[in-house]
């Protein structure tokens, strides 16, 4: 195809938007609804990820010494994560003495009575130990536990490996949901816009006939309704975008306050700026395939004069 | 130019457009065909442009079976093929102008081409001036002048009418008439399906007649044999 059929055909195509302003709007109004639903599903999955992975993070592994531990065998200890640190898969560890956890003790009541009689020699010395990957916690564990100076099963090692594994399983199972609903979601789209274009190409019956009748190659029939499905794409995602970008700003800011005044500050939702790339991209790919194969397909469909 | 060999056309629902026609229309002639509705006469030129295949036999046009072309080799037959019809079929929105270069628009002619050519095919369908008007201005006759012109600007070897005074009154008729009879005159064969009697039987031309898809008269300087 030449490059001026291309623009004389592209043009129709975006006048074709204008003049149907009516389709044009209920399918660009459909689109963005799908678009939207569609990020908000994302929006929801990345900030559950996000909340999730933080909560990983900041699982640890807590390992008790023996109360009567000798240096030796601390040191041991000690120099075993050093080298799993080494290795990449320790991110940051904490060695606490008895002192410590004795102050810490004290800290953690009001009423200093209620330690009458307790000194920090009665104390258990400990590692707390946040891993690179929380899911490598069994291979990290293992050597350790056979380590002489830790306390006896089950007071020795504490992995909240439980939690771990609800909170994996529920990443899951989000994924999967998330998965299939925007699958949903595409399907409907290029559903409704195949639809409309449909009621273009019957408006435009006329036109078709003619140029089918004038030797017009099939390409050319495509194309003004190629061009519109993907302009329509593009506008819907221009305004899930702002809607999106607007509504997504109003509800951060709203919701994290109100988290933080209800004593959930751990929870957060996430920046729009670092997704906000991602979104418009995916929405501007999503608007336009949909545009062009909803189009493609209800071209097909009616091309057989 | 144009020949049938034993085409039968049977519809999907039973009808028979045609059955076992056999037919040889040569390069520069003017034929007729008459013939009661269902006759047969829209199935005949359908098959020739081919919106239509037939069920057995081959339609050959410029020595090429229609019928075994490929999906892209369809729009270049149509190119030789010029079409007019009935309900004249123009773009509303597009002035007469508009409409002729239309169909060198959708063959890529180039702009140059398209300005010189659009004009004279107007002119010689006697619509120089009325260029810029759009179809709702014009009168019926005028409308199927556009058609006409559009359906020439491509230089057809072939120009195929279907009923194209159908909607037209009696004296505008004869000019379309005796406009296809002009195209003829320079060198383009024309096919003329039509109910017309009294233009049909003034102009004495060959007239193939169709009863119930079969043709059963074929008759140079002919007469329209049917009543309707």
């Known amino acids: 195809m030449k490059i001026r059929t291309m623009r004389l055909l592209s043009r129709e195509g975006v006048s074709n938007v204008v003049k149907n302003k009516l389709m044009s709007l209920a399918s660009i109004g459909t689109v963005v609804i799908a678009l939207l639903l569609l990020g908000l599903v994302l929006l929801v999955a990345i900030n559950v990820k996000s909340n999730m992975d933080q909560m990983r993070k900041e699982l640890e592994v807590l390992v008790f ?12 200890i000690k120099a075993y994560i050093r080298e799993r640190e080494a290795a990449g898969e320790v991110a940051s560890w904490k060695y606490e003495s008895k002192e410590d956890a004795y102050r810490n003790l004290q800290a953690s009541f009001s009423d200093p009575a209620l330690l009458k009689g307790m000194t920090s020699d009665q104390m258990a010395e400990s590692f707390s130990i946040r891993l690179a990957n929380p899911e490598d916690g069994a291979h990290f564990i293992e050597p350790l536990s056979q380590m002489p100076g830790i306390q006896p099963e089950p007071d020795g090692i504490n992995y909240p490996q439980q939690t771990l594994e609800r909170i994996t399983g529920f990443a899951d199972i989000l994924n999967t949901v998330t998965l299939a609903l925007m699958g949903i979601m595409l399907v409907i789209s290029v559903f409704i816009i195949s639809n409309t274009i449909r009621l273009t190409v019957f408006a435009r019956r006329k036109e078709i006939e003619i140029m089918r009748h004038v030797g017009a190659l099939d390409s050319f029939i495509r194309m003004p309704f190629f061009v519109e499905g993907i302009v329509i794409g593009i506008l819907s995602a221009a305004a899930a975008f702002l809607l999106t970008w607007r509504g997504y700003g109003w509800t951060h800011d709203t919701l994290n306050l109100m988290l933080a005044d209800l004593g959930f500050g751990m929870f957060i939702l996430v920046p729009f700026e670092p997704v906000g790339m991602r979104i418009v991209l995916l929405y501007f790919i999503i608007g336009m395939a949909i545009g062009g194969i909803g189009s493609l397909i209800s071209v097909r469909k009616h091309l057989n004069v | 130019m144009i020949r049938f060999i034993d085409v039968t056309k049977v519809y999907a629902n039973g009808v028979v457009g ?3 026609a056999n037919l040889h229309v040569g390069k520069g002639e003017f034929a007729f065909i008459v ?4 006759s047969g006469k829209s199935t005949l030129l ?4 081919r919106e239509e295949t037939p069920n057995t036999g081959e339609v050959q046009v410029n020595g090429y079976n229609v019928h075994a072309m490929g999906r892209w080799e369809v729009p270049l037959l149509r190119r030789s093929l010029g079409m007019v019809f009935q309900d004249f079929r123009l773009l509303p929105n597009r002035t007469a102008y508009e409409n002729v270069a239309f169909a060198m628009q959708m063959v890529e002619s180039l702009p140059r081409e398209i300005r010189r050519q659009v004009p004279l ?3 010689l369908v006697g619509l120089g001036k009325k260029a810029r008007s759009y ?7 005028e409308q199927q002048r556009v058609v006409l012109a559009r359906a020439l600007v491509n230089n057809p070897a072939v120009l195929i009418a279907d009923e ?3 909607n037209l009154d009696p004296k505008t008729s004869w000019e379309i008439m005796n406009l296809l009879d002009e195209v003829n005159q320079r060198g383009t064969t024309v096919l003329v399906a039509t109910h017309e009697k009294n233009i049909v039987d003034a102009m004495k031309k060959r007239v193939i007649s169709l009863e119930r898809g079969t043709i059963i008269s074929d008759a140079e300087k002919g007469r329209y044999e049917h009543e309707d």
């Open chain 2, 35 to 38: 013939g009661e509705s269902g």
């Open chain 2, 18 to 20: 045609l059955a076992g």
């Open chain 2, 135 to 141: 179809p709702s201005q014009l009168s019926g006759g």
């Open chain 2, 121 to 123: 095919a107007l002119g």
């Open chain 2, 46 to 49: 359908k098959l020739i442009t």
């Open chain 1, 65 to 76: 010494l023996n109360i009567d531990i000798n240096d030796l065998d601390r040191e041991a």
């Open chain 2, 164 to 166: 194209p005074t159908g």
